[in-house]
């Protein structure tokens, strides 16, 4: 049941994304005074037809598309040959252009209105930075860093967002130097800082805490669970223990983590609290290679002001860019072996499987998986503006490339010569199609 669901929420917002594409076309081509014979929303059998000015509306049953007829059909289903000077193959090359951007356009823009409509209902996240701790591989940079700062660029890539600065400074190598472009809040001005990561061996109990008991009785980490491996395979520690200090340090004390990274002990003493009794033993930690924080804190914002709200505009804004820059970095990791090429290709299939496991979270509220289905087709009208403007039959860039070569050479493209380009393009998306599909299966197969 989970899947039919998944496959309906899929086809609506497949439908509605593409609807809205082909209005973007309709409604630059009734403002540029250009005729149009018919708007079909959604694909098949008509549910629902009417006529206003002089253009035919259907609403139809399949929420797989939609499209817009610019041109007079024969009974034999042809284009009718007509000089009509209303008619879009008859209108100047810089309209007809507008008239095929204007699909990709209305996505781009959808894509940032769903994502402003979001960050100002729940926040948003900023590139802006706090001011960085001096145990910190920024906090080399600190009486040059203050909170608000923005940082512009990760190792040469220009980022725009939280989410392609995030995508990046996770994809470096992090026993590397990490160079970053701050923008000073203060002066305006753009400084070079080059993080160099401190390489130690650092403890670990192999456990998971929460920092603060439920009920407050204990001050200290809270024991969750325990690895069988602790302390060589035979863990001191259990479940519901509170860890009170290690090696006479307590771990609420501020400056704890600081401590913990720097001791070396071979033996730890842990004191902890089991069943209300404070009890001392020792502990073989066990020893991995990690590097000191990178000290980059992004400030999250609420959108509670006019300022805050220009700001998630901004943002909101810049979405489409940061989201090109995040599939540019993954074809580079693509190219570098690092990622396998069909986990960051999707098709109809991929999209269903994440919507499905969406659906199917039951840990998730009903709020919180609505957040993560808005979030995913606003990401989806973004990608379909890049997709759309592939010099592929069927998408607005195969008319956008004839209309930009004819607008270069004076001369409309002879027939051959579009046929040629057609044959690539149809080509282009059959590979397309099957590279979807297999990596939509692959991903089921061998997961992510």
Not at 16 to 34: C, D, M, Q, S
Not at 39 to 44: I, P, Q, T, W
Not at 142 to 155: M, R, Y
Request: charged share 20%; glycine share 6%.
């Amino acid at each position: 049941m989970q899947i039919v669901t998944s496959i309906i929420v899929v086809l609506i917002m497949l439908g509605v994304l593409a609807t809205l594409h082909e209005l973007g076309h309709f409604w630059v081509a009734r403002l540029l005074k250009i005729k149009v014979f018919e708007v079909s929303l959604f694909v098949g059998p008509k549910l629902l037809k009417w006529k206003r000015n002089g253009v035919d509306f259907s609403v139809r049953a399949i929420p797989l598309g939609a499209y817009v007829r610019f041109s007079e059909i024969d009974e034999n289903g042809y284009a009718v040959d007509s000089k009509d000077p209303d008619l879009l193959v008859n209108q100047p090359r810089f309209k007809r252009l507008l008239v095929s951007l204007a699909g990709p356009f209305m996505n781009l823009v959808l894509g940032t209105l769903i994502f402003l409509i979001m960050f100002c209902t729940t926040g948003f996240t900023s590139t802006r930075i706090f001011k960085p701790a001096e145990n910190t591989q920024l906090g080399a940079y600190a009486s040059q860093i203050s909170d608000g700062d923005t940082i512009t660029s990760v190792n040469g890539v220009r980022v725009f967002s939280s989410y392609d600065m995030i995508f990046e400074i996770d994809s470096a190598d992090p026993t590397k130097d990490m160079n970053l472009t701050i923008k000073s809040g203060e002066t305006g001005k753009n400084f070079d800082v080059t993080l160099t990561p401190i390489i130690r061996k650092r403890p670990m109990l192999l456990i998971t805490v929460e920092n603060k008991n439920y009920d407050n009785s204990y001050e200290g980490w809270k024991v969750f669970s325990v690895d069988e491996a602790q302390n060589e395979g035979n863990p001191v520690l259990k479940p519901g223990d509170d860890i009170l200090s290690i090696n006479g340090k307590a771990v609420d004390d501020e400056d704890f983590e600081d401590f913990l990274y720097n001791t070396t002990d071979e033996v730890l003493t842990v004191k902890y609290n089991r069943d209300g009794k404070e009890t001392e033993a020792e502990l073989i930690p066990k020893y991995v290679e990690t590097v000191n924080p990178l000290g980059i804190y992004p400030i999250g914002y609420s959108v509670n002001s006019a300022d805050t709200f220009f700001s998630a505009f901004g943002y909101a804004a810049k979405m489409p860019a940061s989201l090109f820059n995040i599939t540019i970095r993954g074809i580079k990791d693509i190219i570098a072996g690092k990622v396998k090429a069909y986990n960051l290709v999707s098709g109809p299939i991929g999209i269903t499987t994440m919507v499905n496991d969406v659906v199917a979270d039951e840990e998730d509220t009903i709020a919180d998986k609505l957040y993560i289905l808005v979030m995913l087709s606003a990401v989806i009208s973004i990608a379909l503006a890049f997709s759309n403007l592939l010099p592929i039959p069927g998408l607005d860039g195969i008319q956008i490339i004839f209309i930009v070569v004819e607008m270069v050479i004076g001369r409309k493209l002879s027939e051959k010569a579009e046929a040629r380009l057609t044959v690539v393009g149809f080509v282009i998306i059959v590979l397309l199609l099957i590279l979807a599909f297999v990596s939509d299966i692959l991903r089921i197969i061998f997961g992510y």
